[in-house]
């Protein structure tokens, strides 16, 4: 999911940055201070499981588990997402500074849209009915991060549209993947402490 340096086209690259740095400054006012360590959390799970990649071709894949983050956050996985972006493309080279505003965006975004659209549906009802939604969502979330990161390669000329389609088909398989462990996290969160989910409805 992350895209290198020099691969995109520098509008696509400006667009997202400060697309992704109003993403950012949203989730950034809805940071309160009970939900910083949570954030700290989804953040460093971040960085370590998208760490693990698999090579498939001429590329590879790896979880991202950003559908959970934006269930748990909402806005505020913007900055948290971002900030393991960050680390991963100072310490280990993924992605690049330069495109670390279009790669926030391509990855925090889903995970927005993810809480927006499931966020309520999980809250509401059983642990068991919240975790079925909640591996909708994580699917989702996977999803809509390859058609973004597919829209990002295809909008930079035509050149791409290969690896446009061979993100997305790739990364079926990760969807299952991050649907069951989401689902998962969602009903122990539930059983445990569901007050998670009501502040994030409540950003």
Do not use: C, Y
């Amino acid at each position: 999911m992350h895209i290198v340096d020099g691969a995109l086209s520098n509008p696509v690259v400006i667009g997202g940055a400060i697309a992704a740095a109003g993403g950012i400054a949203m989730g950034l006012r809805s940071l309160d201070l009970d939900r910083i360590p949570t954030a700290g959390v989804l953040s460093a799970s971040f960085f370590v499981a998208s760490l693990i990649h698999v090579p498939i071709g001429p590329s590879s894949v790896h979880l991202i588990l950003n559908g959970l983050a934006g269930l748990l956050l909402g806005w505020a996985a913007f900055p948290a997402l971002f900030v393991g972006l960050l680390l991963q493309a100072v310490f280990f080279g993924f992605g690049g500074l330069t495109v670390l505003g279009i790669n926030t965006l391509n990855i925090a975004l889903p995970a927005v849209l993810t809480w927006m659209i499931f966020g309520r549906l999980i809250a509401r009802g059983s642990a068991i009915k919240g975790a079925i939604w909640g591996g909708i969502g994580g699917a989702f979330s996977i999803a809509a991060t390859t058609a973004f990161v597919a829209i990002s390669l295809a909008m930079s000329g035509d050149a791409f549209l290969p690896a446009a389609k061979l993100v997305f088909f790739a990364h079926i398989p990760v969807m299952g993947i991050e649907a069951m462990l989401t689902g998962f996290a969602v009903m122990l969160a539930r059983k445990v402490k569901p007050e998670l989910f009501e502040k994030a409805i409540l950003t």
